[in-house]
């Protein structure tokens, strides 16, 4: 089986208002645990400027995109083939940032993106307790090897492969296919370590500590604390 490994580098957070600047793109074979295709571009038909801040973090800036860039239509007509031949995306963060992302680039360049069922390594992964963390170059730490260029597309791409070959592509799938619920937690400010190196977050409006999480995961982890589960998500 072959799924599509996706990152994005972008000119900022807000689709609407900013632009896709690299594409990294690997078709993985998951039995073999090794990429079999590698897809890189810059897009050089982006529209506005690279913030300074951006390129701080990415490392890349508005001339070196529009001159070693591709038109965006072509990058994406050749990621299509690689769409067609994966049976399930994967990315960080997926759900929350490069599908929605991606998506809305596709329309703008009048093309409809291929349908798939993203897998997302921020939450669908059966993390083991006690890795609280989310963050990918964490995560690669924690998983015993670094990322030597982090916040390039395709090195994002293959960080987040290797760590997706950790675990049991079944149980993967599994919990992909399993709905997002929320543990809030009901912790008072002593106890407030607690839910944090649980990799729980603070909302600073409902004041409360929260995880967005699989619901098939949450039998495996061990909350030592008051919580409940919202199921509204």
Not at 10 to 25: F, H, I, M, P, Q
Not at 70 to 91: D, H
Not at 199 to 226: T, V, Y
């Amino acid at each position: 089986m072959l799924v599509l490994g996706l990152d994005l580098e972008t000119s900022g957070l807000d689709k609407e208002t900013c632009d896709v600047l690299e594409v990294g793109a690997v078709l993985w074979n998951v039995k073999e645990k090794r990429p079999v295709k590698l897809l890189s571009f810059f897009n050089k038909d982006f529209k506005g400027e690279v913030p300074e801040f951006i390129e701080n973090l990415v490392g890349l800036k508005a001339d070196e995109v529009k001159k070693w860039g591709r038109p965006l239509k072509e990058g994406l007509e050749e990621l299509n083939e690689m769409f067609e031949a994966a049976t399930y995306v994967v990315a960080h963060n997926g759900n929350g940032f490069d599908e929605p992302f991606l998506r809305k680039t596709y329309n703008d360049a009048g093309m409809q993106m291929p349908k798939k069922v993203w897998i997302d390594t921020l939450t669908d992964l059966p993390y083991p307790d006690g890795m609280g963390t989310r963050k990918l170059g964490y995560l690669a730490c924690e998983h015993g090897f670094i990322n030597p260029f982090p916040h390039r597309a395709l090195t994002d791409v293959l960080t987040t492969l290797k760590i997706f070959s950790s675990y049991d592509f079944g149980i993967v799938e599994e919990v992909a296919k399993s709905p997002m619920v929320q543990v809030i937690a009901h912790v008072g400010y002593e106890e407030r370590d607690k839910p944090r190196r649980a990799g729980f977050r603070w909302d600073s409006k409902k004041r409360h500590w929260f995880m967005d999480i699989r619901k098939a995961l949450i039998p495996a982890r061990e909350f030592n604390f008051k919580h409940h589960i919202d199921e509204g998500l």
